[in-house]
């Protein structure tokens, strides 16, 4: 698990001129990273609080362990935390928010096999928060959904990448379409998906970071950019932007929250998943006080504390 260097996240030392996004995108990917790992809480990366959580602690150790935000002030870090956290939330609903309001993008799946005790909602983008390009599983071995080549680690790469590319370099930059790149984007299992087209749906030329799966969504060229950058999709060259490169960090910081937890990993969206979710959302709460005294000196002891703790409220380890 990397461990946070803070004299690597000065600002002098990042090899860049892009102030001050940019330079402190590396850092806090390593800081969320170092966050998830010094407290090993099984499931950091499950509920939209627990993804917050992350993006404020990370600031909260890039605060006090380098100077990679010195030259911002209070109003521009709690600005730029928003960001972070909007692009967090945008992963799992296609919206800032939850429920989703104002900004809905992407496509909707219902679930529904005889396993199941009712149907159940869900984004149909998720299918791409797991690690494997196999099929995942859900209740009694049903296979539901493949993510094709787009994997939320390679997600995660690609946001990374647009993140870099929207902070503002010049002026004059504009990026057009072809920074999304287009991948296979699997498919979902139609018999268990309450639409009419046939056995399988399959999502193909997906392209990460462009709208969510757009070749599935009315009315809506692929590809095109999220709504958030622009609303109608008839728009091929944008500008850079500060707030959407703040965004899209956000959005590769969850991808990057999925891949801690075994069951994405694992490609498995059993009842037991749902479970160990639901108590990772308990734990965070009882966990929280005594993350408030944690620093990246001591990672060893943090881990075996957390560990402890866990192993004593929920008998989860």
Partial sequence: MPKLNPSKCKLSNLKTRHFPLLRLSKCLLLASIAAIGVQVLPAYSYGDEVHKGIIEKAIELLRKNSSAFDRMSASEIARFQVLLEEGAMYADYGSFSNPPTGIA???????????????EKQYCDTIHHYAKRDVIESYA???????????????????????????PNNPSQYLDYNVLRPMDGGYVEAPHFLVPEGDRIYYKTVCPGGYPLCLAAKNRPCPSWPSWIDRNGKTERVPQNASYSARYLGWALHMLADLTVPYHV??????????WEDEANKNLAELKPALQSFSLAHPKENTLFIKAAIKERAGLL
């Fill in 105 to 119: 993008d992407g496509v909707w799946c219902t679930w529904d096999h005889p396993f199941m005790e009712k149907p």
């Fill in 141 to 167: 071995g049903v296979n539901i959904a493949n993510p094709g080549q787009l994997t939320a680690n390679v997600y995660a790469q690609e946001l990374f990448n647009l993140a870099v590319r929207f902070y």
């Fill in 266 to 275: 694992a490609n498995d969206a059993t009842e037991f998943h749902v479970r």
